[in-house]
Each structure stands twice: as C-alpha cells, then as structure tokens.
C-alpha cells in the first residue's frame, strides 16, 4: 500500500524552462515531506525538504510547494538545466517516524 | 571520502546461497538503515537500527538479518538467496535524533540472483 505516490514516471523539459513535478501522499499524520535526487548507479541525495507548517520552501533553482488540504506537494526547478536530469524521489514522513516513505520516482530528462 | 560506503557493490550468485552485504558511515550518525528497491523502483525500508538497537523491521522474510556491531556500522546477512531477492540495496544514515532527518544513501548494492 503505497501512501506516497509520483504519478508520472518521466518528464522531458527544454533548457532553461520550468520542470514540474508532483507528488501526492494518503497518510494525512504525514508532517514532514523531502525530495531526493538520484544519478545513476549512485545514491539518492537530499535535495529540499518543507514541513507542514509551511507552504513554501526555496533552495536556488528549487522550490517545494505544499498543500495539505489536497495532501499534495510539488518540486519546481526553475530554469531546468541538463545536469537536473536524473530520477526524483518524493518521501514523507509522521512526527517521531525514524522511517520515509518514498514514491517510485520522476525521471526528469532537460533537453539542451 | 565517501560518507556511507556500502560493499559489495555488484553482487552475482546462485539461488540458495548465503550472502552479507556491508556498510559503514563516517558523519557520526545515530541511525542507519536498509532500503530495498525492487524492479518496480520504490524504495522501502527494511531495518533501521539507532545508536546499535534496532528500531524498525518491516515486514521482510526473516532470511533478511541485520547486523549492527557499533554505531557506524550496519550489515545485512541473507539466508537462502530467492530469485526475488534480486533488487538494489541501500544503505543510509542519519543524525536522526527521535525522528527521520534527512537521510544519506550508499551508492547501493545490486544483487542479482541466478
């Protein structure tokens, strides 16, 4: 049972324009939500995180919007540029959970 | 130096054979687990173990046992390898305190088994 799900497994975005990419969770005790960055045959890492009393978290070229009400969260990378392409996990977690619960992943591919 | 090391990292071999995969972490963390992500690339937990005790067990065969001789260190031991064992593992830690921070992930050990 999957309570956080990437409902588009891939996106293609030009150079230099917006990548958009959403998530959507079920577990309404979930409070804290990451994005991880993965290259291949390498880790993820850690890219930005917020927490549910926020809307909005800004890191450079990233930002991660959330919406609890329709318990939904997005990642814009903004411009896209060809080293962001790689698979973008979306994770969450409940207070005082030492487990994240990830979605499948976004293959995001900038086109130069 | 790489922060969460993970060896091996291809690992090839037969149905029925046993198998350890290992890990170490040098950030001073807490806490560190085991993920498994299967063909269908979601990434589940499996284990975590905080300062040696573990804390978290999913639902995994109990041919999975992990291992943690101190801190900075947590192996995994599989019994009896299956066929649907084959997947990538990896390994992260963190500094975790009473909750999830943010997690760092091995390169991950891909385990194919024949």
Same mark, same amino acid.
């Given at each position: 049972d999957q309570q956080v799900k990437q409902? !588009?497994? !891939?996106?293609? +975005?030009? #150079? &230099?324009?917006? $990548?958009?990419?959403?998530?959507?969770? %079920?577990? $309404?005790? *979930?409070?804290?939500?990451?994005?991880?960055k993965?290259?291949?045959? #390498? &880790?993820? %890492? *850690?890219?930005? $995180?917020?927490?549910?009393?926020?809307?909005?978290? #800004?890191? &450079?070229?990233?930002? +991660?919007?959330?919406?609890?009400?329709a318990k939904h969260l997005s990642l814009h990378i903004v411009p896209s540029q060809p080293g962001d392409s790689a698979v973008y996990f979306c994770a969450a977690r409940g207070t005082n959970d030492y487990k994240l619960s990830f979605g499948a992943g976004t293959t995001v591919t900038v086109r130069a | 130096d790489t922060?969460?090391?993970?060896?091996?990292?291809?690992? +090839? %071999?037969?149905?029925g054979n046993d198998k350890s995969i290992k890990c170490e972490?040098?950030? &001073?963390? /807490? %806490?560190?687990?085991?993920?498994?992500? /299967?063909?269908?690339?979601?990434?589940?937990?499996?284990?975590?173990?905080?300062?040696? #005790?573990l804390i978290i067990n999913e639902t995994v065969p109990n041919r999975f046992s992990p291992k943690s001789p101190d801190k900075a260190?947590?192996?995994?031991?599989?019994?009896?390898?299956e066929l649907g064992d084959?997947?990538?593992?990896?390994?992260?830690? $963190?500094?975790?305190?009473?909750?999830a921070g943010e997690l760092f992930f091995g390169e991950g050990s891909r385990l194919t088994v024949l």
């Open positions: 409902n !588009s497994p !891939s996106l293609s +975005v030009q #150079e &230099g324009r917006i $990548s958009i990419l959403n998530c959507d969770y %079920t577990n $309404s005790m *979930f409070d804290y939500f990451l994005w991880y993965k290259y291949p045959a #390498e &880790g993820p %890492t *850690f890219l930005i $995180s917020i927490s549910s009393i926020k809307d909005k978290n #800004e890191d &450079g070229r990233f930002t +991660v919007f959330l919406n609890k009400s | 922060a969460v090391s993970q060896t091996p990292k291809y690992l +090839v %071999t037969q149905m972490q040098n950030l &001073g963390h /807490d %806490t560190m687990y085991w993920y498994k992500q /299967d063909s269908k690339k979601f990434l589940k937990i499996m284990f975590s173990y905080n300062n040696k #005790e260190h947590l192996n995994l031991h599989i019994n009896s390898l084959s997947a990538v593992y990896f390994c992260a830690s $963190s500094q975790s305190g009473r909750a």
